[in-house]
């Protein structure tokens, strides 16, 4: 099936319409008979982008999370007084409690509202573990194996624990999600802090044989050191992809460097960005 996806919330913009940037990121994927969100942002810039855009946010089919970070869920109240009641798919994890924590102090990054206080907006969390096809051609990852050895989590990323003690997060809670496009398989990133590699051979091993045409969202790429970006270049080469979209937590050197090794493959998936495949 054909999707047309726009770009509503990340770091930059690309169209000179009087948008907004933030650092977030949501995505609008339109089928031909289902409306989704992928992700609502920070929350600065959802609603006046979509309207700007000429998005209607009223009539969603369903609001997908990727995970738990306040900059990918912070608009989901905004949307839930759009929508009214509506089915919310997301991990079961994403409502820990979450810090970034470098050596000059922490700071709170998960999710800033209760579940309780999203739920009476219209929320109803449909938890997502598994790999699951939520509609017709259109899936969610769930869980993704850690099988490389060079996607390592990033080690700022904490996890509170009930004593109050930090460990490390495993953000076993972020998925994509993947549309099966006219020209093969699109798969929409988050942050991808399951590892873009990771989540690649999670799609095929679940969907065998179908070529991935189109990648884009936040790679996570932009904390991960040189060595890490060299080995996921080469092993994103195995996948032939056709179509890669650099966004959020990439950052502007990476996307720049990602750019420069793509070439005509690679696109600046920032507000306003619109496309069809």
């Given amino acids: 099936m054909k999707a047309e996806y726009t770009i509503l919330c990340e770091n930059s913009v690309a169209d000179s319409r009087g948008l907004i940037g933030e650092h977030g990121?949501?995505?609008?994927?339109?089928t031909p008979d289902r409306r989704l969100l992928f992700d609502t942002g920070q929350?600065?810039?959802?609603?006046?982008?979509?309207?700007?855009?000429?998005k209607d946010l009223q009539h969603l089919d369903a609001i997908i999370l990727s995970h738990g970070h306040y900059d990918h869920t912070s608009g989901l109240p905004a949307?839930?007084?759009?929508?009214?009641?509506?089915?919310v798919y997301g991990h079961p994890d994403m409502f820990i409690t979450r810090y970034w924590d470098q050596e000059d102090g922490s700071r709170e990054i998960g999710i800033r509202y209760r579940r309780e206080y999203l739920e009476s907006l219209g929320?109803?969390?449909?938890?997502?573990s598994e790999f699951t096809e939520i509609f017709d051609g259109v899936y969610l990852t769930g869980e993704v194996p850690r099988t490389t050895s060079f996607e390592v989590p990033d080690p700022h990323m904490k996890q509170r624990l009930e004593d109050g003690s930090l460990q490390q997060d495993q953000l076993r809670d972020d998925l994509s999600m993947v549309i099966r496009g006219e020209k093969g398989l699109v798969v929409v990133l988050g942050c991808a802090h399951a590892g873009l590699i990771n989540i690649l051979r999670h799609v095929q091993k679940n969907l065998p044989g179908e070529p991935i045409y189109s990648v884009f969202g936040g790679t996570?790429?932009?904390f991960g050191d040189a060595d890490q970006f060299q080995q996921t270049l080469e092993a994103l080469e195995s996948f032939n992809i056709e179509q890669i979209g650099a966004a959020h937590c990439t950052g502007l050197v990476r996307s720049s460097l990602l750019h420069h090794h793509f070439g005509d493959r690679f696109f600046f998936a920032a507000v306003g960005c619109q496309f069809s495949c």
């Fill in 25 to 30: 990121w949501s995505v609008l994927i339109e």
């Fill in 43 to 54: 929350g600065m810039g959802l609603l006046h982008n979509s309207r700007k855009l000429g």
């Fill in 79 to 87: 949307v839930l007084e759009q929508t009214g009641v509506i089915d």
């Fill in 123 to 128: 929320m109803q969390l449909q938890p997502i």
């Fill in 220 to 222: 996570h790429l932009g």
